[in-house]
């Protein structure tokens, strides 16, 4: 046998059968939770003496610094929790035995606890004692990128996890890191699109919508926004502080985008584009409207949302002696082009037509009539006791003048 060849476990060892299911059976299952919920019950009917088996798989994500996976007996389920990257300077991390095996200062850690003086150098162990823990170990699980990740196991039975039980676990560790390697990409996969394109957009990439061209035509309702004197802001501020602003004010906006079900397609200097689809080409507007819940409603709905959410961090500003903050939003709904623009190379997945640049043009009319927030024609024939007509204004570059609304409170 090579060295390149892989080292194959003999069928009749424990450490082989939960090999061979793993890769047999255990490749299959969908989730992280039913691998961790289905291997733990074998384990438990192979008389593993488990009562705790946690797992804290790292991740590539802009908020959390992995995944926490508990499985515990006596419910027989997989809690999961997502540990922010705060945590790394707090006590409960820097004081775990995670610290110590992501930061390479051990190779594994055991505690018996069932000892007339059981060593408790780690908060978790008093915990788990107080359960009623006899035995802990922990060990780095580690990726084939070198990416360090932890597994831990914990035992209620009198004398804890035989030397042989332990072994087992250990020998079956390389072909479990594989398959939640596996899992950990899809979902880095799956969370850097959703953050980068969008919840929507990013499902429609990872279901093959990734060559030049592809997209579809839909109805939505069209969201654009500005920051106003943002170049004067970036001449007077540090970059530190005016990047402060545009976060904040992001947050504000595309913030509200999501909390009522919105996508955010494009953050464009000091300006963000999003959609509210509605469905298929030229579907009628009440079909969005009629619904408490239609994407009109939606939309307006976070429009409210985000001029509360400036008020608020204006007050903020004011209080601290700083200038308010100062914004454009247009509303409108129209036929747009949705998918993939750019060269082969470098795509970019946004909205392009008709509709998307007369919504430019209706925020561009923001400062002129003196109004934070514009809606178009459309908006009224759904929610006519919510507008007040502005009068009809000419757009820059549309042809035929628009009757523009706000929004009466």
Same mark, same amino acid.
């Given at each position: 046998m090579t ?5 194959i476990?003999?069928a009749?060892?424990?450490a082989g059968?939960f090999s061979?299911w793993l890769?047999?059976d255990?490749?299959?299952?969908p989730?992280?939770?039913e ?5 733990s019950?074998?384990l438990?009917?192979d ?8 797992f804290?798989?790292? &991740?590539?994500?802009p908020q959390?610094i ?16 997502l ?10 991390y820097l004081?775990s035995?995670m610290s110590a095996i992501?930061?390479?200062?051990v190779e594994g ?6 000892t007339?003086?059981?060593?408790l ?10 359960e009623?823990?006899?035995d802990y170990?922990?060990?780095p699980l &580690?990726?084939?990128?070198?990416t360090v990740?932890a ?5 209620d ?15 079956m560790l390389?072909v ?10 899809r979902?880095?996969a ?6 980068y394109?969008?919840k929507?957009?990013g499902n ?7 060559k030049?061209?592809?997209g579809?035509s839909i ?6 926004c500005?920051?106003?004197?943002s170049t004067r802001?970036a001449?007077?501020l ?11 004010f992001?947050?504000?906006m595309?913030?509200a985008?999501?909390?009522?079900g919105?996508e ?9 584009l999003?959609i509210?689809?509605?469905g298929?080409?030229?579907?009628l507007?009440e079909?969005?409207?009629?619904p408490?819940?239609g ?5 307006l709905?976070?429009?409210r949302d985000?001029r ?7 007050k903020?500003?004011?209080e ?5 903050i100062?914004?454009?939003?247009a509303?409108?709904?129209g036929d747009?082009?949705y998918?993939?623009?750019?060269v ?5 997945? &946004?909205v ?5 640049n007369?919504a ?6 923001c ?7 514009l809606i178009s ?7 006519p ?6 009068g ?9 003048p628009?009757?523009?609304f706000?929004?009466?409170?």
């Amino acid at each position: 046998m090579t060295k390149s060849q892989p080292r194959i476990v003999a069928a009749s060892s424990p450490a082989g059968h939960f090999s061979e299911w793993l890769l047999a059976d255990g490749a299959k299952i969908p989730t992280v939770k039913e691998l961790i919920e289905q291997l733990s019950a074998r384990l438990i009917d192979d008389g593993f003496p488990i009562f705790r088996l946690l797992f804290l798989i790292r &991740t590539l994500h802009p908020q959390v610094i992995g995944i926490r996976y508990e499985w515990r007996r006596d419910r027989g389920s997989v809690t999961e929790h997502l540990p922010p990257h705060g945590i790394l300077r707090n006590s409960q991390y820097l004081d775990s035995p995670m610290s110590a095996i992501f930061d390479g200062d051990v190779e594994g850690i055991r505690r018996r606890l069932d000892t007339p003086d059981p060593r408790l150098d780690y908060p978790i162990l008093r915990e788990l004692l107080a359960e009623g823990a006899t035995d802990y170990v922990a060990m780095p699980l &580690t990726f084939s990128d070198g990416t360090v990740n932890a597994v831990t196991i914990a035992s209620d039975r009198q004398g804890g996890f035989s030397d042989e039980q332990l072994k087992q676990f250990y020998d079956m560790l390389p072909v479990l890191s594989l398959l939640l390697e596996i899992h950990s990409n899809r979902r880095t996969a799956r969370t850097l699109l959703e953050t980068y394109l969008g919840k929507h957009t990013g499902n429609m990439v990872l279901d093959g919508m990734v060559k030049r061209g592809d997209g579809e035509s839909i109805h939505a309702v069209i969201w654009f926004c500005d920051l106003r004197d943002s170049t004067r802001l970036a001449e007077t501020l540090s970059l530190d502080s005016f990047l402060g602003i545009l976060n904040d004010f992001f947050d504000c906006m595309a913030g509200a985008v999501l909390d009522h079900g919105g996508e955010v397609l494009r953050f464009i200097g000091d300006a963000a584009l999003a959609i509210f689809p509605i469905g298929g080409t030229s579907k009628l507007l009440e079909e969005a409207c009629t619904p408490s819940e239609g994407a009109c409603k939606r939309a307006l709905d976070a429009a409210r949302d985000a001029r509360q959410r400036i008020d608020a961090l204006n007050k903020r500003r004011q209080e601290a002696g700083d200038p308010p903050i100062r914004y454009g939003l247009a509303l409108h709904v129209g036929d747009v082009m949705y998918g993939n623009i750019g060269v082969p190379q470098r795509l970019e997945f &946004t909205v392009i037509g008709k509709a998307a640049n007369e919504a430019a043009r209706l925020e561009g009319l923001c400062k002129e009539v003196g109004e934070p927030i514009l809606i178009s024609s459309a908006f009224p024939r759904c929610f006519p006791g919510e507008m007040r007509s502005l009068g009809t204004h000419s757009l820059k570059g549309v042809s035929e003048p628009q009757e523009i609304f706000a929004l009466k409170h």
